[in-house]
């Protein structure tokens, strides 16, 4: 147990929080704490937070400009080590794409996208799959440009389309899936993108006929009713103010309602206009049915009689639905039973039509979706010789648990405990197998096994899907008390189930890893059932709309093929299709992304505490933190150990990639944050020591021009003993060393000077006696120009004044008490000067020297006015 102290001592220090970029440095480990790591990097607009083997993202739910831009991909995509980066989906992306290259025998890889729903795993997913069309198709490789263009956009067109028509808006996610679905990436010998093939699983084809209290039907239907042309509303029989049952808040808008965005990725796939006609007419067929309404019968002998307003919905369904409105009327209204080798037709009741009319709805769009997978994969599926390796991305519905929860959120959950087993068995139990293997000393970290909720829903011989499969075979109509007492009866020894008692729905309780949720039994095994009345089936096979005839006779003939398919109930079809996917994900090599939703309101840069810890406790996320900061989570070759951390063993002599150099490394410090702390001190006492021996360097250097100025100033009086000639000649050496000098490390401006203000430039400049053209001053270094010219006239004639003036001006002379005081390019702007020394004679208009110690004096203050008695001749 930890004290409160040392969680006190970790939180005091709130201002460098936000710099974790990985949770396993937090100490101690405690949800607490790691949550607050999390707010502070949520507060400072960091949303991405390493945790051990695990990326977590926390959603903005806004747009962030610039995370996820091409120079972004490419930086990562480009970068020798992209885990030195700042925490990044794109370094899982790149961390899973060099795992396919880097090996001799390449692995496939897959990318669990997990959270619950609102938590931005439908996003994440868009940008791994943007990621890998990106980098995976541009290559050097020579290869037809246009094919790699058309698989990149394909692959990309694909998401719009299944979002319209597989996401919905609900109380917790405006862009929610309401299906999971599994993307390979098709990957060549050569790691290019080549194609890719789509998985789903579980359509939420209820939807469709029934929507949850403020929450909304399919993006797709929205999107037409919004978007669509005035031909396009009179061909799908839609006016303006029409009103649809099955569209409640049609007035809300969010970002998926983009028909137009749509149309383009049925376009870029291959779906022609006239196909993308018939989709739209189907669509439009189910809206128009959604209103139709019955009246009860007083007679029960009678059929149930349509409602005066419910008579043209009717009809225009059945028009866009290209069937015969009689024989639907019909279909909806009479069901056929079988006795022997007659049919029997009996009159429905009006609870009965409306269920009838639900399920045409529900399966019509439910084998529409199937058939969009189908065209998708079709278009963008590689041959199967021409790829070698995949990618996977895995975007799967999150956790749920709704005030009314019913066979859909079971099967949900149900998917979320199998990938929460598989990240158990994957990360958390083999890690610390391997550490014991490896004859570490160890001592194993506890962590939440859920595979007793596993035994109590798919376990056998007796289990929640069993006990339902059972129930469904009876040729009776199900009693939800009934099945609650068999339940209880059965699955009585299993601590993950309970019951309400006073309860007055019958339903059952299930502790799942993430929370109890509360399933309704009323009408769960009819789900499980999933009954199409055959009439239904035939009246869909008639039908002249060529893809409603194509799907259903396609359909027909699988059932006719596959005996006992129709047979096959949800729970079934779904445990078969899930457990097919983890097969796939066990030969894989996995990659985490934890997705987490920081409010229950979307609300933009919202941190709610109680929200992100349920989800931290829910999901695993401290106890990977405890095994992974307790283990060994960080693990790196010796060579690269060795360029980074070798300096910190203080030897000169060590081989490279020694053992013995590692082993004393790791003497000094252990942990990864102390290696680096102490090679960070190391590098900044030598940046230290070369900063103090650099300035030292410079500070003696100009000492010396400092007493070499002031001894030649002072020189002066030794001249009447020298002879003229030699002194000028001894002076001229020096000052041309001087020059020199000052023009040490410096680089070459002629060819890059600044244009200037043509008069600055006519008056600052001096006139050479063999150039036409005017040389600006400020372009040489003066201490070169005077000690190379052969002869200098000094003149102070108003004219010439004045052109000094301009000179001076344009040499940036500060005037300060009357006086000028000159300052090299170099000094003062960190300009080099050209380096050929001026030809002929230099007529130069100035009154003080120039040079920067020309005015130093060894003695008191004299009227010695320094070179310019030594070296320019007056004319005065």
């Known amino acids: 147990r930890i004290c409160p102290e040392k969680i006190q001592a970790f939180l005091i220090d709130e201002d460098q929080l936000h710099t974790y970029d990985d949770l396993t440095k937090v100490n101690p480990v405690t949800p607490t704490t790691v949550l607050k790591c999390l707010q502070a990097r949520y507060s400072a607009k960091v949303f991405y937070t390493h945790a051990g083997c695990t990326l977590v993202a926390l959603n903005p739910f806004q747009p962030i400009p610039d995370l996820y831009s091409l120079d972004v991909m490419k930086e990562y995509h480009c970068a020798p080590q992209p885990q030195e980066f700042k925490p990044h989906i794109f370094i899982v992306a790149e961390e899973a794409y060099r795992n396919v290259r880097g090996q001799l025998v390449p692995v496939n890889q897959s990318l669990v996208v997990s959270g619950e ?36 956009r394909r692959v990309l067109d694909s998401n719009p389309i299944m979002e319209a028509f597989g996401n919905a808006c609900t109380l917790r996610n405006n862009n929610s899936s309401r299906f999971g679905k599994y993307i390979q990436l098709q990957l060549d010998r050569c790691q290019l993108l080549v194609g890719a093939s789509v998985q789903t699983y579980l359509l939420e084809k209820t939807r469709v006929a029934c929507q949850p209290a403020n929450e909304r039907n399919f993006h797709i239907f929205y999107q037409m009713t919004k978007g669509a042309t005035d031909e396009q509303r009179k061909e799908w ?90 024989e639907l009327q019909t279909c909806l209204r009479v069901r056929m039973l079988k006795a022997g080798k007659q049919s029997v037709l009996k009159p429905c009741s009006q609870a009965e039509c409306s269920v009838r009319k639900d399920c045409l709805a529900k399966v019509i769009y439910a084998q529409l979706f199937e058939w969009l997978v189908t065209f998708i994969n079709n278009s963008i599926c590689a041959e199967e ?129 993430a929370g109890k949720v509360n399933y309704r039994i009323q009408g769960i095994v009819e789900k499980n059932k999933d ?54 994900l066990h030969t894989t090599t996995p990659h985490y992304t934890r997705c987490i939703k920081p409010n229950p309101d979307c609300k933009p840069m919202t941190f709610e505490k109680e929200e992100v810890i349920m989800q931290l406790e829910a999901c695993g996320i401290v106890e990977t933190i405890h095994i992974s900061a307790a283990g060994f989570p960080i693990r790196i070759p010796f060579k690269g150990f060795m360029q980074r951390y070798g300096l910190i063993a203080k030897y000169s002599d060590f081989k490279s990639g020694s053992l013995s150099v590692v082993l004393t490394c790791l003497a000094v410090v252990l942990q990864l944050d102390l290696l ?55 002076s001229s050496a020096l000052l041309k060393a001087l020059a020199e000098a000052e023009l040490d490390d410096a680089k070459d401006l002629q060819e890059d000077m600044p244009a200037l203000n043509p008069i600055i430039r006519e008056r600052g400049s001096v006139q050479l006696s063999n150039i036409q053209e005017p040389v600006t001053v400020r372009g040489w270094p003066m201490g070169l120009a005077l000690a190379s010219a052969p002869s200098i006239t000094v003149s102070l004639t108003a004219t010439g004044f004045q052109k000094m003036m301009s000179v001076m001006a344009s040499l940036n002379l500060p005037s300060r008490k009357g006086e000028y005081k000159v300052e090299t390019n170099q000094y003062t702007r960190g300009l080099a000067s050209i380096r050929a020394q001026p ?4 007529k130069l208009h100035c009154q003080r020297s120039p040079l920067l110690y020309a005015d130093r004096q060894p003695g008191k203050k004299c009227d010695v006015t320094g070179f310019n008695e030594i070296l320019l001749e007056k004319t005065l």
Not at 482 to 508: A, V
Not at 555 to 583: I, P, R
Not at 839 to 842: E, I, L, P
Request: with cysteine; hydrophobic share 35%; glycine share 4%.
């Open 117 to 152: 729903s609102g938590a931005g795993k439908t996003w994440t997913s868009r940008c791994l799959m943007k990621y890998y069309a990106t980098v995976a198709a541009s290559s050097s490789v020579v290869k037809n440009q246009d094919t790699v263009e058309r698989i990149e």
């Open 237 to 326: 029989k839609m006016s303006h103010g029409q009103r649809f049952a099955w569209l409640p808040n049609s007035e809300k808008t969010v970002e998926e309602d983009c028909f137009q965005e749509t149309i383009g990725a049925m376009v870029h796939l291959g779906i022609n206009a006239e196909r993308q006609r018939q989709i739209f007419r189907i669509l439009a067929g189910i809206l128009q049915l959604g209103n139709v309404n019955f009246s009860s019968s007083s007679d029960e002998s009678q059929t149930c009689d349509l409602e005066e307003l419910s008579k043209d919905f009717l009809q225009r369904a059945a028009e866009l639905l290209c069937v015969p409105a009689e």
């Open 839 to 842: 030809k002929g004679s230099v």
């Open 676 to 730: 680096e702390g102490q090679r960070k001190m190391i590098l900044s006492q030598s940046a230290f020591t070369i900063q103090c021996c650099w300035l030292r360097y410079q500070c003696r250097r100009r000492n010396v021009c400092r007493q070499s100025a002031t001894l030649i100033q002072a020189g002066k009086l030794l001249k009447p003993w020298l002879g003229t000639t030699e002194w000028n000649q001894q």
């Open 531 to 584: 009954p199409v009345p055959p009439e239904l089936i035939n009246l869909l096979q008639k039908s002249d709309n060529p893809l409603l005839h194509q799907i259903f006779t396609d359909k027909e003939a699988d059932n006719t093929t596959c005996k006992g398919l129709s047979k096959v109930t949800v729970v079934s079809k779904f445990k078969n299709s899930l457990e097919s996917l983890m097969k796939i």
């Open 385 to 513: 010789s021409t790829w070698c390796n995949f990618i996977g991305v895995l975007d799967v519905y999150g956790f749920e648990c709704f005030h009314i929860n019913n066979l859909e959120q079971l099967c949900i959950n149900y998917a979320n405990e199998k990938l929460q087993q598989h990240f158990v068995a994957h990360y958390l139990r083999a890690q610390q197998e391997e550490y014991v293997s490896e004859g570490l000393q160890w001592s194993f970290v506890k962590y939440q096994d859920n595979q007793s909720c596993l035994d109590l829903i798919e376990g056998s011989p007796v289990s929640v899907f069993s006990l339902l499969n059972e129930e469904s075979r009876l040729n009776r109509a199900s009693d939800a008390k009934t099945l609650r007492i068999r339940m209880e009866k059965e699955l009585c020894n299993n601590g993950n189930i309970s019951w309400d008692k006073f309860s007055k729905e019958p339903h059952f309780t299930v502790a799942h890893y």
